[in-house]
């Protein structure tokens, strides 16, 4: 079993930046893909970011590409998004996933632990 927890949203303005973290908890969370999702009001979930379980290999979505990274910190059972250059756009709650099987993969369906998610506001 694996919680995850997130943190570092917030309010920021168009062009600035916020790190997102992601705390888990459990001890084989270093076997497991992260990724990233968000959603926005009115909007289905959206695939952001993933990154495998060592940490090696990353994928992102195009809307967010060259803006945002991803980081894992195996040590301190946390994940990262960093995001810069923000854009209104990017307004949503983001929710931080694991999933079981390793891989690169962007559907939500293929993740098994969500966490509860954190506001990201970005004003005009």
């Known amino acids: 079993q694996v919680q995850l927890v997130e943190s570092g949203g917030g309010l920021v303005q168009t062009g600035g930046s916020l790190r997102l973290s992601c705390a888990a908890s459990?001890?084989?969370?270093?076997?497991?893909?992260m990724g990233w999702f968000r959603q926005a009001p009115g909007k289905e979930r959206e695939f952001v970011a993933t990154?495998?379980?060592?940490?090696?290999?990353?994928h992102f979505a195009d809307s967010v590409k060259g803006r945002f990274t991803i980081s894992r910190d195996i040590a301190k059972n946390t994940m990262y998004l960093q995001m810069n250059s923000l854009k209104p756009e990017d307004t949503a709650v983001y929710y931080c996933?694991?999933?079981?099987?390793?891989?690169?993969?962007?559907?939500?369906?293929?993740?098994?632990?969500w966490g509860q998610g954190t506001q990201v506001t970005v004003s005009s």
């Open positions: 996933a694991a999933q079981v099987i390793p891989g690169l993969r962007s559907g939500a369906e293929n993740y098994d632990y």
């Open positions: 990154i495998s379980w060592r940490g090696g290999s990353t």
């Open positions: 459990g001890r084989t969370f270093s076997r497991y893909a």
